[in-house]
Every structure is written in C-alpha cells, then in structure tokens.
C-alpha cells in the first residue's frame, strides 16, 4: 500500500501533470466566477480535449476543474451576491452583507482558507473511505436518504429566527414550486397549467438566481450607491479573514466533515450541503444575532464543506460507478473515455490512480485557494464601483445564466416571475433561504419517500439508520427552542423580573397582508389542482398545500392575539425596476437577446450610469462578444427575434 501511495504521489509531481493540473485549475476559476455555469458546463467543455491523453495528466486536468470551481464561485456569491452554483447559495446570505459593509476582502479570504482546509479534509477523509465506505455507502437505502432530506428541512426552524411561521410558510411554498411538474411515483403531471415549460417542472438555477441575485440588483439599484456601504480596506480584510478561518477552526472541520459524509451519498451533494452546515452554524452560535447581516460563520461553514462535499462525491463515482453529483456524473463519462471502468477495478486494479485522483484533488485545492487569494485584491475592487455601472452586465450575465437551465424563453420569464417573489420576501424580511430549501428538497424527498413505502413498507421508518437521523431531526428543531428560552429565563432572572419579561410583538406590514392574501390564494388555487391526483402522486404536493396555509393561518392568528408592531414596508421604486426587467426579456423575446442585451446595456450606461460615450459603447460590445463566444463555446442557441438572424445569423 505504502508503494503504491508514493508511486502515485510522485506522478503527481511530473511536469506534464502539473502543467495540465494548472490548466484545469484556472478553466474551473474562470467557470466558477462566471454564474450559472458551475461543475457540469466547465467539465463539458474539457471532455473532447481528453482522447489520447494520458490517463494520469488527463485525471489531473479533470481534479483541477473539480477542485476549484466550488472556490472561484465565492467571487461572485460574495461581490455580487449571485449564487455562483447551487451549493454557493448560502454564502450569499453573509457573504454578500459583508461585502455591502466594505468587508469583502474578509469575506473572500475566509472563504478560499476554509475552502481550502475543506478540500484538504476531504482529500484525506477520501483517502480512507476509498477502501471503507463500500459497506457504508451500501447500507444507506431510501428511507435513510428520505429523512436526510427531512433533516435539510429541519434547518428552516434554525434560519427562520421569531418569525418561524412565516419560515414555514417560505418553506411549505417552496415545498409546492418544487412539485411542479410530473410526480415521480406515478407519472402524474401537476401544477403545469398547460404550459409547456412546465412539465419538467422550474429548474433550480431559474429559482436560485431569481430568489436571490435579482432582488439584490434592484435593491442596489434603488440605493444607487456601490455595492459596497463602506470602503473595504483590503490588506486589514485579509488579515481578519485568515483569524477568523483560526478561530473558527472547529467549525471548519466540523463542516468539511459534514460536507465529505452528505458528498457519498448520490442525490444529496450541491445545495443541500451548504444549508446543512449553514444551519447548523446558525444553531451552534451563542450570538445568532447577526446571522443574514453579515456574519463572517455563516461564509465559513458552507465554503468549508463545498470543497469536502466534491472530494465525498468521488466516492460513489470511483467505487460503483454511481456518480455523486451533476459534476461527478461528467466525470465519469471522462473516466470512461480514457478507457478506466469506475467499481471495484479502480481499487484492485487501478488504485494508483485512485490515488493521483485524491492527491491531485488535494493539491489543486491549494493552489486554486492561492490564486484566489492572489485575484481578491483586485476582483474585490469591484464593490466601490457604483452599481449603476455594473447593473447592465450583472443583469444580462444572469439572464444568460438562468437561460442556462432549459435554453428556453420560459427561463426569462421564470427568473423574473421568482425575482418578484424575492423581492416582495427581502422587503418584507421573509425567509427566502426556507423557501429555496424547501424548493430543493422537494423532489428528493418525495422521491424516496415513495421508493422507501414501496419497497420497505411502515419497517422503513423503524430502521437504526432512520431512528438515528430523526434524533437529529428532533435535536436540530428542539434544542435550538430550548437553549433560547433557558438563556432568557437566566437573563430575566439575573435582573430579578422574570415577571415582567415579554416575548418580542409580531411585525406586520402591507407586504406582509399582500404575501398572506397571495399565499393563501396559491393554497386553494394548488388544492382545487389537485383534485383529480391520485393519493400517492398527490401526497407531497398536498402536504406542502397543508404546510403554507396552516402556517400562513399561525401567523396570523399570532398577529390577532398579541398586537402587531407595525413596519413600513415600500415597494414602489422596487416595482418599477421589476416593470423594467419584464420589459428588457420582452424586448429579448423582440429583438433578440444578443441584440437586445447590447443595446440595453448601451442606453441603461449612457442614460443611468451616466458613463462616457466612448466607455459605454466599449463595455457594450465586451456584452456582445461575450454572448457571441459563449454561443460558440457552448452551441448556444438564443432567442433569436427579428434582428440577431440580420446580424449573428
């Protein structure tokens, strides 16, 4: 065994591997700065450059990509608050704050550090689970995978703070947008209202920007500052970064261990890791009072397990051919091309290199964390740009990265349906990370709920297995409830007036009454839906119907009994952004999106940011040639319209 380790690390030092590692390394910052595109874009792009290469410089150009796209993500999660990929999410939530309070440089090295120590920790944790994890992984059946969906759903309690019914509402409407489409028990199709579009139901990167980077970018627009509040010291942010990564190191590893477990079990990588350890930062803190403000944890946690969860995902990609995540199922047609058989020959016939793999992942995490912390300086600089300068090419980068999703106008239109969600959730303080969860989970959770009924019956639930993970489930929802009231029963007896202590009055606005009135309207829209569904492919949906009225009615009768404390809550300025969003994805739907997004940038930077002629027709046609060359590199086919034929036909 020892040979064979050093064999394998001494071919990760040969130049040629080096050289192609660098390469793939750079490709996956590139990839993961741009949003949309994460593991799966930037893999597919590298497959064709595999036939003839060496197995062992190929693996090597492959794990750089793999390695670093989870890292060069942060950028834009952080600067811009777009979720670079779906297991980026949660860093938007702390990390974007932080950045708007001039804290980037903090925000971003905390994130490469952690990141790195991630990957480094799964490395290894890799390294031993290649030859012990068979029987683990094999042991985990669906009722198992059902109630660790169900543990991601208990994090909603952690993230939701007083307001838990109203994270239960977000929650129980993600539940049911995640229902759209056909039901996986029994070929049902739900909640398509006749439109094409969706019978696959709404994709995930659709949701993710437009519940998050979209009203970001009209709250910034309203603002009409920079991204950044105050100015970010650069060197001092750097500093604090790495003692934050040193004080946190428990929850560094904490995290990374988690993010190496949930990354073997197929299904369960990507966005569902980053909430995990996000909520359980959110649960282990003494102080979670600045959590969704600007809390440098809530960046450490997620980032920790990201590169963790891609060096877990190899195991079931490597030992049974089963790949992990979207990333890792590229992977393996890679392997496959060079001619390597994933399953049991890659340890007894192939484990040298199964081993450049994991050295090669440990080793690119290095450096990609290095060259991020080299690019932070001058990338960060991007939050003192006014915003209105950078709005145009945000906007149009998201539309083309949620065009991404299905290559369809309905993306569009789907982003800006969801972006209004957003910003009705963000003005009126909703929990938008309860109803992404929800919008995750629901697929997978119905999915082995059915397969574990199926097969197991009522035994599936009475399994050690299932038994251990409701445990948790109860401690993830309890105790957080119980520390909290056992900390306020000792302040309020440290004061001597436990008498006269008083839990905080609701908050209620008029967004608040539109979002109750619309809700409960979807509620009994969605149940009429679902009248002719059978019991099994209508159980989900219905549970989820149950959960947001219910939850929508809690709240409410809360608001009746205890009186609520008013809050001003605008939407006008918001709206009128909104307004023009629509009108940009009809003038794509017009003219053409090449087109249309060139102009509107030209106009909105002349108009809006007010910027020279000259330097507004430039950064104009850097849109143009970007949509151009992405067009080629992926055989992008936009909306076309009556123009773009004319010009780029």
Not at 454 to 466: H, N
């Amino acid at each position: 065994m020892l040979d064979i380790l050093l064999s394998s690390l001494g071919q990760l030092f040969t130049l040629s591997h080096l050289l192609f590692m660098m390469l793939g390394v750079l490709v996956g910052l590139v990839v993961g700065i741009i949003p949309g595109l994460g593991g799966i874009a930037g893999m597919s792009l590298l497959l064709p450059f595999l036939y003839g290469m060496e197995p062992t410089v190929a693996l090597g150009m492959l794990m750089g990509l793999v390695a670093v796209i989870p890292t060069g993500d942060t950028f834009a999660s952080v600067l811009l608050g777009i979720p670079g990929s779906s297991a980026s999410q949660a860093t938007v939530i702390d990390g974007f704050s932080l950045a708007k309070r001039g804290q980037a440089a903090r925000a971003l090295s905390s994130a490469f550090l952690s990141s790195m120590i991630g990957g480094i920790i799964g490395a290894v944790v890799l390294t031993g689970f290649i030859l012990i994890a068979r029987p683990l992984v094999l042991s985990f059946s669906s009722s198992e995978l059902f109630m660790l969906t169900l543990l991601g759903l208990s994090m909603v309690a952690v993230l939701s703070g007083r307001d838990l019914f109203k994270g239960l509402a977000a929650c129980g409407l993600g539940l049911l947008v995640g229902a759209i489409g056909m039901a996986p028990a029994t070929g049902e199709f739900r909640m398509n209202f006749g439109l094409d579009y969706l019978y696959d139901g709404l994709p995930l990167v659709v949701v993710g920007l437009g519940i998050f980077a979209l009203p970001e970018i009209v709250d910034l627009l309203v603002k009409r500052g920079a991204i950044a509040e105050e100015p970010c010291n650069l060197g001092e942010g750097w500093r604090n970064g790495i003692r934050d990564v040193r004080e946190q190191r428990g929850l560094v590893a904490r995290c990374a261990a988690i993010g190496s477990l949930i990354g073997t079990i197929p299904g369960l990588a990507g966005s569902v890791v980053d909430w995990l350890t996000y909520g359980h930062a959110v649960q282990s803190a003494k102080d979670k009072s600045e959590f969704g403000k600007g809390d440098i944890r809530g960046v450490i946690a997620p980032e920790s397990a990201n590169n963790a969860c891609a060096c877990g995902a190899m195991v079931p990609t490597l030992l049974f051919g089963v790949p992990g995540s979207g990333t890792a199922a590229v992977f393996l047609g890679g392997l496959l091309l060079l001619g390597l058989q994933p399953g049991v020959g890659m340890i007894e016939t192939h484990l040298d290199l199964t081993y450049t793999i994991i050295w090669s992942l440990a080793l690119a995490n290095i450096l990609g964390a290095a060259l991020c912390l080299v690019l932070a300086r001058p990338v960060a600089s991007l939050t003192r740009v006014p915003f209105a300068t950078l709005a145009p090419l945000i906007t149009v980068l998201i539309m083309f990265a949620a065009f991404q999703a299905t290559r369809s106008a309905g993306d569009l239109l789907a982003l800006g349906a969801v972006g209004v969600l957003g910003v009705l959730f963000k003005q009126a303080n909703w929990s938008r990370p309860a109803f992404l969860i929800g919008f995750v989970l629901a697929p997978g959770a119905e999915g082995y709920f059915y397969q574990a009924v199926q097969f197991q019956g009522m035994d599936a639930f009475m399994r050690p297995g299932v038994l251990i993970i409701g445990a948790l489930i109860l401690a993830a929802m309890f105790i957080p409830m119980l520390t909290g009231a056992w900390r306020k029963r000792r302040q309020a007896s440290t004061v001597g007036a436990a008498a006269t202590v008083r839990p905080e009055p609701p908050t209620l606005g008029s967004i608040d009454v539109v979002l109750f009135v619309a809700l409960l309207g979807t509620a009994i829209v969605a149940w009429i839906e679902m009248a002719d569904l059978s019991l099994i492919g209508g159980i989900m949906p219905r549970l989820a119907i149950a959960i947001l009225g219910v939850s929508c009615l809690m709240e409410i009768a809360r608001c009746l009994v205890r009186r609520p404390q008013w809050q001003h809550q605008v939407i006008g300025l918001h709206g009128l952004w909104l307004v023009g969003f629509f009108a940009l994805v009809g003038a794509i739907l017009l003219f053409g999106f090449i087109t249309a997004a060139t102009l509107f940038s030209l106009v909105f930077l002349l108009a809006i940011a007010r910027l020279k002629p000259w330097v507004a027709v430039s950064m104009s046609l850097g849109v143009t040639a970007f949509l151009v060359g992405m067009a080629e590199f992926l055989t992008l086919t936009y909306p076309s319209g009556l123009i773009d034929p004319w010009l780029f036909g």
